[in-house]
């Protein structure tokens, strides 16, 4: 009966393990928290800067930014980071009226990279 009960305490001791391993590889990307993009309208013929809040620290240069245009031509843009961990400010360039997206690829400071896309639209 001892054996037994070490067993299954084993058993239940390696699962919390493991879930605790793998919630952590979960948490460890670094995932978009806030954009500015989401509140400010951007206009047509005026740059704007964007900033993008990460809920981990940024290996800004090991990331990568892209503005996305029609047609899928992607443009590389400069990055700067801002004074708190995690916040990424994108200078975006004057542009016309329509569709556009921010393609990201970021590396956080744990070793992870997150790629992913931000759509957008310029008002006239």
Same mark, same amino acid.
């Given at each position: 009966?001892? !054996?037994?009960?070490?067993?299954?305490? !084993?058993?239940?001791?390696? +699962? %919390?393990?493991?879930?605790? +391993?793998?919630?952590?590889? #979960?948490?460890?990307?670094? =995932? /978009?928290?806030?954009?500015?993009?989401? @509140? $400010? $309208?951007?206009?047509?013929?005026?740059? /704007?800067? /964007?900033? &993008?809040?990460?809920?981990?620290? @940024?290996?800004?240069?090991?990331?990568? #930014?892209?503005?996305?245009?029609?047609?899928? =031509? $992607? $443009?590389? &843009?400069? /990055? !700067?980071?801002?004074? *708190?961990?995690?916040?990424?400010? %994108?200078?975006?360039?004057?542009?016309?009226?329509? *569709?556009?997206?921010?393609?990201?690829? @970021?590396?956080?400071?744990?070793?992870? @990279?997150? *790629?992913?896309? %931000?759509?957008?639209?310029?008002?006239?």
């Amino acid at each position: 009966m001892h !054996r037994k009960t070490c067993h299954r305490q !084993r058993l239940v001791c390696g +699962l %919390i393990l493991l879930f605790c +391993l793998y919630s952590g590889l #979960v948490n460890a990307h670094a =995932v /978009v928290t806030d954009y500015s993009l989401k @509140i $400010e $309208e951007v206009n047509a013929g005026k740059p /704007v800067q /964007v900033k &993008l809040n990460f809920n981990s620290s @940024i290996e800004l240069g090991l990331s990568q #930014v892209f503005l996305v245009r029609t047609g899928d =031509v $992607e $443009e590389t &843009l400069k /990055v !700067r980071t801002g004074q *708190e961990p995690g916040v990424v400010f %994108i200078n975006m360039p004057a542009l016309d009226a329509g *569709e556009y997206a921010l393609h990201y690829k @970021i590396f956080a400071a744990d070793g992870h @990279i997150t *790629e992913d896309i %931000i759509h957008f639209t310029v008002q006239p």
